[in-house]
């Protein structure tokens, strides 16, 4: 089972700021089948980057995904009022599993 | 507008049985397979497994296999997770999620099923 590895725990950053959140997988993901959620309390996770790299559908360009092999980055350009929320990776080539989240929290 | 309707909320005492729904509207409910996704209170999410709601057809997560059943009735495009006897370990949330192929990321989601076990 490929093990997601998500840093730092949790994040404490204003609006306006730069958000870069990191996962590490413990082998590599085939074909870059990364993903990248966002889950706010009470309300369904949603689908912010696929492929690694692939914004999904409306989504702002504040976000965007990056790397490949072991190392994935979420980058968060600007931070909105809305983006304070937990953040998953997720693997989908082999099995599937996710990272533990990262919490982006208003300092 | 894709849309993924979950069952409310559960309270249920142990070795009792449940099922839970997923209502998909919005898509043709067959051209995608739902998964199930767990959360336990303050822990990780997890996969547990997939139908494709074409054929029924199943995957488990080797974690879940022989402890749920998911089916689902494509006539009113639903899916369902279930428990035949339940444990205090499966107080959680439950989501399902759509997603094309077994490489596909989870494009839409459900909002949720807490379900609570306790005596």
């Known amino acids: 089972e490929i093990v997601l590895t998500q840093s730092p725990g949790t994040l404490s950053l204003s609006p306006g700021e730069r958000a870069t959140l990191s996962c590490r997988a413990s082998?590599?993901?085939?074909?870059?089948?990364l993903a990248w959620y966002q889950h706010k309390p009470g309300q369904a996770p949603r689908l912010l980057i696929y492929?690694?790299?692939n914004r999904a559908t409306g989504i702002p360009d504040r976000f965007s995904g990056s790397g490949s092999g072991t190392d994935f980055t979420l980058t968060i350009s600007r931070l909105e009022p809305e983006d304070f929320a937990v953040y998953y990776c997720?693997?989908?080539?082999?099995?599937?599993?996710f990272g533990q989240g990262t919490k982006v929290e208003i300092k | 507008e894709v849309q993924l309707v979950q069952s409310g909320a559960e309270v249920k005492k142990p070795g009792e049985s449940l099922r839970i729904s997923c209502k998909g509207s919005?898509?043709?409910?067959?051209?995608?397979?739902i998964t199930w996704v767990r959360q336990m209170p303050g822990k990780d999410l997890e996969w547990m497994g997939w139908?494709?709601?074409?054929?029924?057809?199943?995957n488990y997560s080797p974690s879940f296999q022989g402890h749920v059943t998911f089916s689902a009735d494509k006539s009113i495009s639903t899916a369902y997770l279930q428990w035949s006897s339940l444990k205090a370990s499966d107080t959680a949330m439950y989501y399902c999620?759509?997603?094309?192929?077994?490489?596909?990321?989870?494009?839409?989601w459900g909002q949720g099923t807490l379900v609570t076990v306790s005596s």
């Open positions: 492929g690694a790299s």
């Open positions: 139908i494709d709601p074409s054929d029924s057809y199943t």
């Open positions: 999620a759509r997603h094309r192929l077994a490489t596909s990321p989870f494009d839409h």
């Open positions: 919005g898509y043709t409910f067959t051209s995608y397979w």
């Open positions: 082998q590599s993901v085939s074909s870059n089948y």
């Open positions: 997720q693997q989908y080539g082999s099995s599937r599993t």
